[in-house]
């Protein structure tokens, strides 16, 4: 990042402006998530008087889906399971990760060897492949699909951490610390961890986009959440016929999931200044 | 010397892997009670007869030496019998493999052109409103899932234009024929494929072109397109080679939605279709094909950097 100080500074407001709207977004999304089924002109499960696939209108502003139901509506009560449940998947992923990553970082040996190995193994199995797996053997379940979700991006985050680790671990800092004579643990958290967060945490919006990817994509295959209820990625499924009619049912969901994925991956962008290399 | 026992050492770590990446595919799908009796015979049959059919399938032995059976069966091309329609997997395989190939064979030969030519032109004018254009355009293109592309696809060109199919079956028995049945889910999978492989290329390419023999050449004065082209271009292959066998992996993803969206009857849909009827033979199957192939081309990406990247050589 040594081109930071060489940008000049309208640039970087610019730049800043970008990130403002980026944190705006990622709340208005959170709230999205949390407040959605209060926002709902109707219930998931209403079925309004205007017909099957209605195109949008005043009273139902993304039309109506293959049964008749408000697509709004819709929509905001799915939001809880493609934000909600793709994001404690991205927090049990990145929790194991970095616990193991650390862990293979300070204790190094045989422990960084099977775990590496392991890691190795996991990323060689394509994510939807090893989703449908899963699924083949599980069934479809909330639990299944979180946890499934969540080991699937473990090795990810866990090579990420590990590699973050071994860096801050070779430096003086640490060294010191280790010097003065702390234990491992007081090391890993006070001296170790603080200096992770930041390229943690856009890691972490990278993988929550991949697991939102995935799992609207399970259940656009009808894997993944079960009716009645519906996340986008059912939602594409379930109103797929309306296709013929280019009905708005169809094409809002995988829009809004659309939305939700580009607007992170900007946001990452600008964050972890990769754009801005690359561009320069 | 150095290099080749680098790269036996890569295959057979490569090979260990997908060992390891069998047990986790046979454990998963081994893991719950209830076994495929219970999916032929229904749960009401007698205990005779399940006791029979289990001696048939071998569901007797214990799981290790099932394991050991399954994986030889495997191996020498003979991975078991379809629960279902009690066909061997490996006949319900073969036609639809062919079919997953050919699309993405195409695929390949859209998007590997294609994102060579946007990552070398967009480092030849780095900074440009097109560079910057096609860079934002690029990393939401990624981020965007397919079955958007697809539909925006269908409604598009087969439902409002009346161009092209809705469906696509792998006959290519003319040209005309063959664009009308491959256009949609090729253009769908090649979309992301393509941003993200521009991407690294282009960031290929700048890596080279920091270095202080293109300094020099800049210098005397070489233009930037000849620069790219002559000077960086060479020593970017092994980089470049890497992105484009990684990205290619990303496509078998991206395959199991296409294929479903349009009726594809490839390989993916076979295994979405055995994951609803729970065809264990067959979903296993599937998975460690796709399994391999994925680690065949990021073992591809690998030995590519291997060969290109002199510091490697001695370490």
């Known amino acids: 990042m040594s081109d930071t100080a060489a940008i000049s500074s309208p640039r970087r407001r610019r730049l800043s402006a970008a990130r403002q709207a980026g944190i705006a977004l990622v709340v208005a999304w959170a709230a999205l998530a949390a407040f959605g089924p209060y926002l709902a002109p109707y219930r998931a499960g209403d079925v309004v008087n205007v017909g099957v696939f209605a195109p949008m209108s005043a009273a139902h502003p993304f039309g109506t889906d293959y049964l008749g139901r408000d697509m709004l509506s819709r929509l905001l009560y799915g939001a809880r399971y493609t934000v909600g449940v793709a994001m404690v998947a991205t927090v049990l992923a990145c929790m194991g990760g970095i616990a193991l990553g650390i862990l293979s970082a300070v204790r190094k040996g045989w422990t960084d060897s099977v775990l590496g190995r392991a890691a190795d193994a996991l990323i060689s199995i394509p994510h939807l492949m090893f989703a449908l797996v899963v699924v083949a053997a599980f069934g479809t379940s909330l639990p299944v699909l979180i946890l499934m979700a969540a080991i699937s991006y473990v090795p990810g985050s866990y090579r990420f951490a590990r590699a973050l680790a071994l860096d801050i671990n070779a430096m003086d800092f640490v060294e010191v610390a280790r010097a003065r004579g702390e234990k491992t643990a007081y090391v890993v958290w006070e001296e170790i961890l603080p200096n992770m967060i930041v390229p943690l945490l856009t890691d972490f919006g990278l993988r929550f986009v991949f697991v939102v990817l995935l799992l609207s994509g399970l259940s656009f295959l009808g894997l993944g959440i079960q009716p009645p209820n519906a996340d986008w990625g059912a939602l594409v499924r379930e109103n797929i016929t309306g296709i013929y009619e280019a009905a708005p049912a169809v094409l809002v969901p995988a829009i809004a999931i659309a939305m939700l994925t580009i607007s992170i991956t900007l946001l990452i962008d600008g964050f972890s200044g990769r754009s801005r290399t690359m561009v320069r | ?315």
């Open chain 2, 1 to 315: 010397m150095l290099m080749l026992g680098l790269i036996a050492r890569r295959v057979l770590g490569g090979l260990l892997t997908l060992l390891i990446v069998s047990v986790i595919v046979f454990a998963g799908t081994n893991i719950l009670p209830g076994d495929a009796t219970e999916a032929i015979l229904g749960q009401s049959t007698s205990p005779e007869a399940v006791a029979g059919l289990r001696k048939a399938l071998g569901l007797d032995l214990p799981a290790h030496e099932r394991y050991l059976r399954w994986l030889a069966g495997l191996l020498s091309g003979d991975p078991g019998v379809s629960l279902i329609n009690r066909l061997p997997v490996a006949q319900l395989i073969g036609p639809r493999l062919a079919n997953s190939l050919l699309l993405t064979a195409l695929t390949a030969a859209v998007a590997v052109p294609l994102a060579l030519l946007i990552g070398i032109t967009t480092a030849i004018w780095r900074g440009s409103l097109y560079d910057r254009v096609a860079n934002v355009t690029a990393v939401s293109l990624v981020a965007v899932p397919e079955f958007l592309l697809a539909t925006v696809g269908v409604i598009l060109f087969a439902v409002q234009l009346r161009w092209v199919s809705a469906m696509a079956t792998p006959s290519v028995g003319s040209f005309t024929q063959a664009l009308q049945n491959f256009t949609l889910p090729v253009l769908t999978l090649s979309f992301a494929v393509t941003a993200q492989m521009a991407r690294m290329t282009r960031a290929a390419l700048l890596g080279v072109l920091d270095s202080s023999y293109i300094e020099m050449a800049r210098l005397k004065g070489v233009r930037p397109a000849r620069l790219v082209l002559h000077h960086a271009l060479r020593n970017a292959a092994g980089p470049i080679a890497n992105a484009v066998a990684l990205n290619l992996s990303s496509l078998l993803g991206g395959v199991i939605i296409v294929e479903v969206i349009f009726s594809y009857p490839g390989l993916a849909k076979l295994a979405v279709d055995a994951v609803e009827t729970r065809d264990m033979p067959l979903v296993q199957a599937c998975a460690m094909i796709f399994c391999a192939t994925f680690m065949l081309l990021v073992l591809v990406a690998d030995i590519c950097s291997i060969l290109s990247n002199p510091r490697l050589r001695t370490r």
